[in-house]
Nanobody
Framework: QVQLVESGGGSVQAGGSLRLSCTTS????????LGWFRQAPGKEREGIAA????????YYADSVKGRFTISQDNAKNTLHLQMNSLKPEDTAMYYCAADPPWDWEGLTSLLPGAHNSRGQGTQVTVSS
């Protein structure tokens, strides 16, 4: 089981910024797709951003494109999600996820499934 630990959630007013971090097991860092999905009360889970740790490819959902930036810190085996211009509709539990390359089909592959792993989540609350 891949170990993933999120941090950095919190409460912020609309228009503000937060930075989420996810520390991963070292042995998976070079060969996986890492990313974030979120789930708000009463809404479906949504894959929002991902990066292939072996190359430059990044992926964003339309709902966050232009506002969120995913990045990796190879030295610290850490994934980051910089969230700017936050909106109340961004309020959700945010989960870090890891999906092996052979299972990857896009952001939906971050959602809980048989072949991927996820952390415990960190809450983000955006007030208007």
């Amino acid at each position: 089981q891949v170990q993933l630990v999120e941090s950095g959630g919190g409460s912020v007013q609309a228009g503000g910024s937060l930075r989420l971090s996810c520390t991963t097991s070292e042995y998976i860092y070079d060969t996986y797709y890492l990313g974030w999905f979120r789930q708000a009360p009463g809404k479906e889970r949504e894959g929002i951003a991902a990066i292939y740790t072996g190359g430059p490819d990044t992926y964003y959902a339309d709902s966050v494109k232009g506002r969120f930036t995913i990045s990796q810190d190879n030295a610290k085996n850490t994934l980051h999600l910089q969230m700017n211009s936050l909106k109340p509709e961004d309020t959700a539990m945010y989960y870090c996820a890891a999906d092996p390359p052979w299972d990857w089909e896009g952001l939906t592959s971050l959602l809980p499934g048989a072949h991927n792993s996820r952390g415990q989540g960190t809450q983000v609350t955006v007030s208007s």
